[in-house]
């Protein structure tokens, strides 16, 4: 069993950085790929980064290519995601989520592991 637990979400103004944490527990975290998905309100949920359990494949979508990065400390069982460049259409509930495999995958029910989100809203 893995929990996770989002921080460093909040307010920003457009072209300005935040980096999200995704802290987690069990030992088994660090053989487990991760992703960040992000949901919008009245929208569906998306998916903006994976990487896999050593750290050293990483994927973002088109959308937030070259602003976002991911990446993972597993000697502290957490991962990161490095925005830059916010926009306000980044405005969303961020998450965290973990699968028990080692690669990640851009699909949401891959993943049986979710934190309870952190808020990021960039003003224009």
């Known amino acids: 069993q893995v929990q996770l637990v989002e921080s460093g979400g909040g307010l920003v103004q457009a072209g300005g950085s935040l980096r999200l944490s995704c802290a987690a527990s069990?030992?088994?975290?660090?053989?487990?790929?991760a992703g960040w998905f992000r949901q919008a309100a009245g929208k569906e949920r998306e998916f903006v980064a994976g990487?896999?359990?050593?750290?050293?494949?990483?994927y973002s979508p088109d959308s937030v290519k070259g602003r976002f990065t991911i990446s993972r400390d597993n000697a502290k069982n957490t991962v990161y995601l490095q925005m830059n460049s916010l926009k306000p259409e980044d405005t969303a509930v961020y998450y965290c989520?973990?699968?028990?495999?080692?690669?990640?995958?851009?699909?949401?029910?891959?993943?049986?592991?979710w934190g309870q989100g952190t808020q990021v809203t960039v003003s224009s």
């Open positions: 989520a973990t699968r028990s495999r080692g690669t990640y995958s851009r699909e949401i029910n891959e993943y049986a592991y």
């Open positions: 069990g030992r088994a975290f660090s053989a487990y790929a």
């Open positions: 990487i896999s359990w050593s750290g050293d494949t990483t």
